[in-house]
């Protein structure tokens, strides 16, 4: 299986601050890489795709980067409805697989 | 647009069998290009991806659950569901069901989630 690890684990940051997650694969996955948004008591959502594509309906504050093993979700300007876990998941092959979240909390 | 909903009983009774149901609505899950998966996640945990069904009917399960588990196809009905036996505390998640787009060159990629449903197993 491949393993996807997220940093930081946690992550506390203002309404207005840009914020970079990165999620590490344990091999090169080229560009099969997805990004989700969870709140609580809620659904995972889709928010970047192919590593970098947005999904339709997402702010443009939200981007991604990345090919191979290492990739990035940027917020460039945090707004109160962005605080949530973020997950990112590996689409290269089966079994799929999910990093273990990073949980973005208001400073 | 798509949407999905999970059904079945919030409470399942150990060495028992878990049975869930999704309901595709908005959409046909005999339409080519997309799977059909099952996805958990333990209570404040990470999300676990349990398997899925193509439309042809041929399934993928996690190697980690794969002699527990199985997913069928009702497209009379426009459902999928999930199967896992030998239930364990263990199993105790929220169980989500999500379309698995196929996006060619670009991978896939759930999109959209059912609400999820809690399963516990207790006795």
């Known amino acids: 299986d491949i393993q996807m690890t997220q940093s930081p684990s946690s992550l506390s940051a203002s309404v207005g601050d840009r914020v970079t997650i990165t999620c590490r694969a344990s091999q090169s996955i080229s560009i099969y890489l997805n990004w989700y948004q969870q709140k609580p008591g809620k659904a995972p959502k889709l928010l970047i795709y192919a590593a970098s594509s947005l999904q339709s309906g997402v702010p443009s504050r939200f981007s991604g980067s990345g090919s191979g093993t290492d990739f990035t979700l940027t917020i460039s300007s945090l707004q109160p409805e962005d605080f949530a876990i973020y997950y990112c998941?590996?689409?290269?092959?089966?079994?799929?697989?999910f990093g273990q979240g990073t949980k973005l909390e208001i400073k | 647009q798509v949407q999905l909903q999970e059904s079945g009983p919030g409470l399942v009774k150990p060495s028992q069998t878990l049975s869930l149901t999704c309901t595709v609505s908005?959409?046909?899950?005999?339409?080519?290009?997309?799977?059909w998966s099952w996805i958990r996640q333990h209570p404040g945990k990470g999300l676990e991806w349990i398997g899925y069904?193509?439309?042809?009917?041929?399934?993928y399960y996690n190697p980690s659950l794969k002699s527990r588990v199985s997913i069928s196809a009702d497209t009379s009905k426009n459902q999928f569901s999930l199967k896992l036996s030998s239930v364990t505390a263990a199993d105790t998640a929220v169980y989500y069901c999500a379309r698995d787009y196929t996006g060619g060159p670009e991978g896939n990629w759930f999109d959209p989630w059912g609400q999820g449903t809690l399963v516990t197993v207790s006795s």
């Open positions: 069904i193509y439309y042809s009917g041929s399934t």
């Open positions: 998941q590996q689409s290269y092959s089966t079994p799929r697989t």
């Open positions: 908005g959409g046909s899950i005999s339409t080519g290009g997309y799977y």
